[in-house]
């Protein structure tokens, strides 16, 4: 149990402004990101496994989105929802770093899923199974409106236990949504231990595809090949695309990385600092592979 | 307990409860007609009017026949899943569309519950969600096909307008006024024919439901099918000479307390009568209107917990005891035996 002081909102934008709408240099604000993520864990139970795996999908996909500090009002937009709303200490971080959300000025504690009040936060969640119906019903009235914004929809590979993202599946691809774009954040485990031993859900890609959806398979820690495959998802068409991205829970830092018992964490001053190095490590490369 | 009733008195209302089933109805050889085709024009009717309205369905097509002919680029059938059909919907609201959800009520209600209260109701959307079969509507076809708590649960949904009209007039009116309303809404509809009360040209309003009968000892609150029940009872009640005013609500949600306590005031017996159960419906929320300052004999009659039998609609409405005879018994009770009906072993 930590006694010191919050350091929560520390972080400012990494390089104030050079994040702020583009489109590159995505690995680096990923480890501004993580930092970010494990000062959250100082003064309360967080996430922390989820959102470090997590991580660099959603740097990927609001740097594609262009998310910047204007968050867009424009009906044509593109959207991000986070179904897997447990992991939302990541997308305030990210929403952070891109300057959508000022955590200096929020009042109050942070929400532990994602609530449609805060700055970028498009959807509420945080039961699971319920962002792919939505985020499908968002792209079939952007199609009744010609709209061509790319409705994100990140999941969680234990998220899919649930039925109803099943039917979201076959809906979207009956439909064939192409602006409809899932993304799988493919860490192997869930809340008591590995997916496979929960509820296997292999063949994962053959089931997507099967179900009549474009699908891609990336490493989810590898940017060229999420932005890449992002934008090949983002291209497609008559058809919705899914990108099952393989990663690792608790991402970043060796003493939480495949450890399920950081499905949700506090970190004492002393883990905070280690972990802080580790991540330190990876931002001062440039790159966290 | 102090008997209110004279001894004279509670002899002449037993004798009338006993000749209840013997008695021959006053009224006019009842209409009946189904809520869902006229919904059905008055879909195609709000989809010609709202170019921005969106009609989804699970596979169950009749109430959006006329509208899907009319503008089938705006309906979307999801199929049989029900969970995928209201996040879809809350999808689509999002956009400012105005959405109209129609399918079974058993199904749309209990399967999709979370999805309504946490992707419509919660973010306040622009839904009308439709439940075809409220109640005990669809009769032999069982327990997995009725709905007796559909009004308590979307009533319990934060924000969200709950109707449950009485008749096919009352329907009609009530799904124009649920899709303007521009939050999100739930309408019982009957599963197959309801008796006809109202005329075509009623006039209806959420917050002062329907009177029939001036203020007086006893006040009958109803609300769907059970109101022409109601209707029935208080005519033969009135024949003993106890004046009977009977309460139609066709919005339940928000509960219109202070129109059930204005008839209540003069009132010595209510009788709260409900195609649902008395938890989270018109027992409890004319309770609440009541509590605190209104005193005399209340009566709600409602479904209970017992397992439904293989039985018609009709049938069903004896066995629960909400039926028009169940009602008399509870008007005429003696004031000795609250919540005690006069002739509950018939």
């Given at each position: 149990?930590?006694?010191?002081?919050?350091?929560?909102?520390?972080?400012?934008?990494?390089?104030?402004?050079?994040?702020?709408?583009?489109?590159?240099?995505?690995?680096?604000?990923?480890?501004?990101?993580?930092?970010?993520?494990?000062?959250?864990?100082?003064?309360?139970?967080?996430?922390?496994?989820?959102?470090?795996?997590?991580?660099?999908?959603?740097?990927?996909?609001?740097?594609?989105?262009?998310?910047?500090?204007?968050?867009?009002?424009?009906?044509?937009?593109d959207r991000l929802i986070l179904s897997?709303?447990?992991?939302?200490?990541?997308?305030?971080?990210?929403?952070?770093?891109?300057?959508?959300?000022?955590?200096?000025?929020?009042?109050?504690?942070?929400?532990?899923?994602?609530?449609?009040?805060?700055?970028?936060?498009e959807v509420?969640t945080?039961?699971?199974g319920h962002g792919l119906s939505v985020a499908a019903g968002l792209a079939e009235a952007g199609?009744?409106?010609?709209?061509?914004g790319v409705v994100h929809v990140v999941l969680?590979?234990?998220?899919?236990?649930?039925?109803s993202v099943?039917?979201a599946v076959?809906f979207a691809?009956?439909r064939?949504l192409?602006r409809l774009v899932a993304l799988?954040?493919?860490?192997?485990?869930?809340?008591?231990?590995?997916?496979?031993?929960?509820?296997?859900?292999?063949?994962?890609?053959?089931?997507?595809?099967?179900?009549?959806?474009?699908?891609?398979?990336?490493?989810?820690?590898?940017?060229?090949?999420?932005?890449?495959?992002?934008?090949?998802?983002?291209?497609?068409?008559?058809?919705p695309s899914v990108?099952?991205?393989?990663?690792?829970?608790?991402?970043?830092?060796?003493?939480?990385?495949?450890?399920?018992?950081?499905?949700?964490?506090?970190?004492?001053?002393?883990?905070?600092?280690?972990?802080?190095?580790?991540?330190?490590?990876?931002?001062?490369?440039?790159?966290?592979? | 307990?102090?008997?209110?009733?004279?001894?004279?008195?509670?002899?002449?209302?037993?004798?009338?409860?006993?000749?209840?089933?013997?008695?021959?109805?006053?009224?006019?050889?009842?209409?009946?007609?189904?809520?869902?085709?006229?919904?059905?024009?008055?879909?195609?009717?709000?989809?010609?009017?709202?170019?921005?309205?969106?009609?989804?369905?699970?596979?169950?097509?009749?109430?959006?026949?006329?509208?899907?002919?009319?503008?089938?680029?705006?309906?979307?059938?999801?199929?049989?899943?029900?969970?995928n059909?209201?996040g879809v919907?809350a999808g689509i609201?999002r956009t400012?569309?105005?959405?109209?959800?129609?399918?079974?009520?058993?199904?749309?209600?209990?399967?999709?519950?979370?999805?309504?209260?946490?992707d419509?109701?919660?973010?306040?959307?622009?839904?009308?969600?439709?439940?075809?079969?409220?109640?005990?509507?669809?009769?032999?076809?069982?327990?997995?096909?009725?709905?007796?708590?559909?009004?308590?649960?979307?009533?319990?949904?934060?924000?969200?307008?709950?109707?449950?009209?009485?008749?096919?007039?009352?329907?009609?009116?009530?799904?124009?006024?649920?899709?303007?309303?521009?939050?999100?809404?739930?309408?019982?509809?009957?599963?197959?024919?309801?008796?006809?009360?109202?005329?075509?040209?009623?006039?209806?309003?959420?917050?002062?439901?329907?009177?029939?009968?001036?203020?007086?000892?006893?006040?009958?609150?109803?609300?769907?099918?059970?109101?022409?029940?109601?209707?029935?009872?208080?005519?033969?009640?009135?024949?003993?000479?106890?004046?009977?005013?009977?309460?139609?609500?066709?919005?339940?949600?928000?509960?219109?307390?202070?129109?059930?306590?204005?008839?209540?005031?003069?009132?010595?017996?209510?009788?709260?009568?409900?195609?649902?159960?008395?938890?989270?419906?018109?027992?409890?929320?004319?309770?609440?209107?009541?509590?605190?300052?209104?005193?005399?004999?209340?009566?709600?009659?409602?479904?209970?917990?017992?397992?439904?039998?293989?039985?018609?609609?009709?049938?069903?409405?004896?066995?629960?005891?909400?039926?028009?005879?169940?009602?008399?018994?509870?008007?005429?009770?003696?004031?000795?035996?609250?919540?005690?009906?006069?002739?509950?072993?018939?």
């Open positions: 149990m930590s006694g010191s002081a919050p350091v929560v909102h520390a972080d400012r934008p990494l390089g104030s402004g050079r994040h702020q709408g583009d489109r590159t240099g995505t690995p680096a604000v990923a480890a501004a990101v993580r930092r970010r993520i494990l000062r959250f864990a100082v003064d309360q139970p967080v996430h922390l496994g989820p959102s470090l795996s997590v991580a660099d999908i959603l740097v990927t996909v609001c740097a594609a989105m262009g998310l910047g500090p204007s968050f867009p009002d424009d009906p044509a937009r897997k709303g447990h992991a939302v200490w990541a997308l305030y971080a990210v929403l952070a770093e891109r300057g959508v959300l000022d955590l200096d000025r929020h009042d109050g504690p942070l929400a532990g899923h994602p609530h449609e009040e805060t700055a970028g936060v509420s945080g039961s699971l199609r009744l409106d010609g709209h061509q969680g590979d234990g998220e899919l236990n649930e039925g099943w039917e076959m691809a009956h064939r192409d799988v954040d493919a860490n192997g485990m869930q809340q008591e231990g590995r997916t496979a031993e929960v509820l296997d859900l292999s063949p994962l890609e053959a089931k997507w595809r099967a179900f009549g959806w474009h699908t891609a398979e990336v490493d989810g820690h590898d940017h060229l090949a999420l932005a890449a495959a992002l934008a090949d998802a983002r291209a497609q068409r008559h058809r990108i099952l991205c393989h990663t690792i829970k608790g991402k970043g830092v060796p003493f939480m990385e495949h450890r399920a018992e950081w499905h949700v964490g506090r970190l004492s001053t002393e883990q905070l600092a280690t972990a802080l190095a580790a991540v330190g490590a990876t931002a001062d490369s440039g790159s966290d592979d | 307990m102090t008997d209110l009733v004279s001894p004279a008195h509670a002899a002449a209302t037993r004798q009338a409860a006993t000749d209840l089933e013997t008695a021959e109805p006053d009224r006019a050889a009842p209409r009946f007609q189904a809520m869902r085709p006229a919904c059905a024009e008055v879909l195609a009717e709000l989809g010609d009017r709202f170019e921005d309205l969106v009609v989804l369905a699970a596979d169950g097509h009749a109430l959006a026949m006329r509208f899907l002919r009319a503008h089938p680029e705006r309906f979307v059938d999801v199929g049989i899943a029900e969970a059909l209201v919907a609201a400012g569309r105005r959405v109209v959800v129609g399918t079974m009520a058993p199904f749309l209600v209990r399967r999709a519950a979370e999805q309504i209260r946490l419509v109701c919660q973010p306040g959307l622009d839904v009308t969600l439709v439940g075809i079969g409220g109640g005990l509507g669809y009769g032999t076809l069982g327990a997995t096909h009725h709905v007796t708590e559909d009004l308590a649960a979307l009533a319990a949904m934060p924000g969200t307008r709950v109707f449950c009209p009485v008749d096919v007039h009352d329907a009609a009116w009530a799904l124009r006024e649920a899709v303007a309303w521009p939050g999100p809404a739930y309408v019982r509809l009957g599963a197959r024919e309801d008796e006809v009360v109202f005329t075509a040209d009623q006039e209806f309003s959420v917050d002062r439901p329907r009177a029939f009968g001036e203020p007086g000892g006893a006040l009958v609150v109803a609300t769907g099918a059970t109101v022409p029940q109601a209707l029935r009872a208080a005519e033969r009640v009135r024949a003993t000479g106890l004046p009977v005013q009977v309460l139609a609500l066709t919005c339940v949600a928000p509960f219109p307390s202070a129109a059930v306590a204005a008839a209540a005031r003069t009132a010595r017996v209510v009788v709260t009568v409900e195609e649902h159960l008395a938890a989270g419906g018109l027992a409890s929320g004319t309770a609440l209107a009541l509590a605190g300052w209104w005193h005399g004999r209340f009566v709600p009659l409602a479904v209970d917990g017992r397992r439904a039998p293989v039985a018609d609609r009709g049938e069903l409405f004896r066995f629960y005891g909400i039926d028009s005879h169940a009602i008399s018994c509870a008007l005429l009770a003696p004031a000795s035996e609250p919540g005690v009906t006069a002739c509950a072993s018939s």
